[in-house]
T-cell receptor, first 115, second 113 residues
């Protein structure tokens, strides 16, 4: 059973640029959730994708957007990067419904630094 | 507002000491509760979870947690810690039904030999 993988591992961008982060979900899972973990804080929910549709969103601006593909892998896109976007971005996959997500399995994360 | 509060940001223990990490949550409804652990350089891993039934839940590596509904608490315990338990521990809640985890700020545990 392949776990959740994310790429790239590390990324350095400058303010104003755009970034795309990628996530491959665990085999058999249909749901992907994205979280932002700032230094010294717990992960914060960005949004979730269920069967290629956005299925819930946290308190993040529209410049944070995503996609889920037919194979249930996912991308997180961030436009107009700001210094405060520097964080560890975590992807979690799960098997669920549009109403409920079961246990979420996390990937290793992508460390984004915005200069 | 939905929130999770972890009482201690940093805990330092000697090997064989007992551990209890506090977690309280605020959520207007039925919840599922989780403790995750993040070892240095590794990804978040599930330690244990409570969905329903016996409020005393046993997880991996000798950890357990007790759900006390009246206190909105889900404290993590281990009778005797090891150096390898050095990690950051996160308490999280998910509404039932629900699709997002709400995490506490984490507790960084350092165990000295």
């Amino acid at each position: 059973e392949t776990g959740v993988t994310q790429s790239p591992t590390h990324l350095i961008k400058t303010r104003g640029q755009q970034v795309t982060l990628r996530c491959s979900s665990q085999s058999g899972h249909n749901t992907v959730s994205w979280y932002q973990q700032a230094l010294g804080q717990g992960p914060q929910f960005i949004f979730q994708y269920y069967r290629e549709e956005e299925n819930g969103r946290g308190n993040f601006p529209p410049r944070f957007s995503g996609l889920q593909f037919p194979n249930y892998s996912s991308e997180l896109n961030v436009n107009a990067l700001e210094l405060d976007d520097s964080a560890l971005y975590l992807c979690a996959s799960s098997l669920g419904t549009s109403q409920h997500s079961n246990e979420q399995f996390f990937g290793p994360g992508t460390r984004l630094t915005v200069l | 507002a939905q929130s999770v509060s972890q009482h201690n940001h940093h805990v330092i223990l000697s090997e064989a000491a007992s551990l209890e990490l506090g977690c309280n949550y605020s959520y207007g409804g039925t919840v599922n509760l989780f403790w995750y652990v993040q070892y240095p350089g590794q990804h978040l891993q599930l330690l244990l979870k409570y969905f329903s039934g016996d409020p005393l839940v046993k997880g991996i590596k000798g950890f357990e947690a007790e759900f006390i509904k009246s206190k909105f608490s889900f404290n993590l315990r281990k009778p005797s810690v090891q150096w390898s338990d050095t990690a950051e521990y996160f308490c999280a809640v998910m509404g039932r039904p629900g699709n997002k985890l709400i995490f506490g700020a984490g507790t960084r545990l350092a165990v000295h030999p």
